[in-house]
């Protein structure tokens, strides 16, 4: 009769646990729940984020009625047709604009008619402009829907690496709720972007050597010998919602390299386990 070989009950067969396993795939499932239930918090707080300061339609904003204006119209692109001359020749020149010449501007140039019925500056004083807004906005994260930012904000022209910035200092919403100072910075860099972005007049734009305001009028000057100042650099500055989002990933990265490792080990084990047992 042979022998029966005992099983040392005590002894590591070095198979892979599908206990273990079962305990990746659940944990696994957990982390994707958890990103799923995260982008559809960060979808709801977003759209509920920006409804708390805009309105579902549109407010009328004053746009200049062009008709039997010629005459001032003329004079409005003759002034940005001499200063633009100067520009290209390298010679000094300057551009001085009163709050109903640039609204006048926006009813004119093609090149503002993203402005037009959401955009007109009613006062300049202080060194500031102050202007009505009825600024579109996408309701939600890709959506097509959009709410409107209406009231008034302020604005404070700076010179930034040559070119006008539009500083918005303040918004003034119609409906009273919290504004994201990322929301006012981009408000800021849209407002100049048709222009900044025009083949012909972008390279212009920013070849100014200051920009002010004196009185109750806008100022910009350009001099060929003018040397722009380095922009400082910005710190960033991550809200909330981005703070968390990079803590969220890393974690996800770190665990997923841990589930990767736990996985490799099982598997090289399993397969050394015949070969212990021989």
Same mark, same amino acid.
């Given at each position: 009769?042979?022998?029966?070989?005992?099983?040392?009950?005590?002894?590591?067969?070095?198979?892979?646990?599908?206990?273990?396993?079962?305990?990746?795939?659940?944990?696994?499932?957990?982390?994707?729940?958890?990103?799923?239930?995260?982008?559809?918090?960060?979808?709801?707080?977003?759209?509920?984020?920006?409804?708390?300061?805009?309105?579902?339609?549109?407010?009328?904003?004053?746009?200049?009625?062009?008709?039997?204006?010629?005459?001032?119209?003329?004079?409005?692109?003759?002034?940005?047709?001499?200063?633009?001359?100067?520009?290209?020749?390298?010679?000094?020149?300057?551009?001085?604009?009163?709050?109903?010449?640039?609204?006048?501007?926006? /009813?004119?140039? &093609?090149?503002?008619? $993203?402005?037009?019925?959401?955009?007109? +500056?009613? *006062?300049?004083?202080?060194?500031? !402009?102050?202007?009505?807004?009825?600024?579109?906005?996408?309701?939600?994260?890709?959506?097509?829907?959009?709410?409107?930012?209406?009231?008034?904000?302020?604005?404070?022209?700076?010179?930034?690496?040559?070119?006008?910035?539009?500083?918005?200092?303040?918004?003034? /919403?119609?409906? &009273?709720?919290?504004? $994201?100072?990322?929301?006012?910075?981009? +408000?800021? *860099?849209?407002?100049?972007?048709? !222009?900044?972005?025009?083949?012909?007049?972008?390279?212009?734009?920013?070849?100014l050597s200051s920009v002010e305001i004196i009185g109750d009028k806008l100022m910009v000057t350009t001099d060929p010998g003018y040397m722009a100042p380095d922009a400082p650099e910005e710190k960033p500055t991550d809200?909330?919602?981005?703070?968390?989002?990079?803590?969220?990933?890393?974690?996800?990265?770190?665990?997923?390299?841990?589930?990767?490792?736990?996985?490799?080990?099982?598997?090289?084990?399993?397969?050394?386990?015949?070969?212990?047992?021989?």
């Amino acid at each position: 009769m042979s022998e029966t070989t005992e099983v040392d009950p005590t002894k590591d067969t070095g198979k892979f646990s599908p206990f273990a396993g079962c305990s990746i795939f659940i944990i696994a499932g957990c982390l994707a729940l958890g990103m799923v239930a995260f982008t559809a918090w960060s979808y709801f707080k977003v759209k509920e984020k920006i409804e708390g300061f805009t309105l579902d339609q549109p407010k009328q904003i004053p746009l200049v009625d062009t008709k039997d204006k010629e005459s001032e119209q003329t004079a409005l692109k003759a002034k940005f047709v001499g200063f633009r001359h100067d520009i290209e020749a390298k010679n000094k020149g300057e551009m001085i604009l009163n709050a109903n010449e640039m609204n006048l501007a926006i /009813a004119t140039f &093609d090149i503002l008619k $993203p402005h037009r019925n959401n955009f007109h +500056i009613t *006062e300049i004083r202080n060194s500031e !402009i102050e202007a009505q807004v009825s600024y579109p906005v996408k309701s939600r994260m890709g959506s097509d829907e959009m709410r409107y930012l209406t009231g008034s904000v302020i604005i404070v022209p700076e010179l930034v690496e040559g070119g006008a910035f539009p500083r918005i200092i303040k918004i003034r /919403a119609d409906k &009273d709720g919290d504004i $994201p100072d990322e929301f006012k910075k981009f +408000i800021s *860099e849209t407002l100049l972007h048709p !222009i900044v972005n025009d083949k012909e007049l972008g390279p212009l734009f920013k070849s100014l050597s200051s920009v002010e305001i004196i009185g109750d009028k806008l100022m910009v000057t350009t001099d060929p010998g003018y040397m722009a100042p380095d922009a400082p650099e910005e710190k960033p500055t991550d809200s909330f919602l981005q703070k968390f989002i990079v803590g969220f990933g890393i974690v996800a990265v770190i665990f997923l390299a841990f589930v990767a490792m736990i996985i490799i080990i099982s598997r090289r084990k399993a397969k050394q386990s015949p070969t212990t047992n021989k």
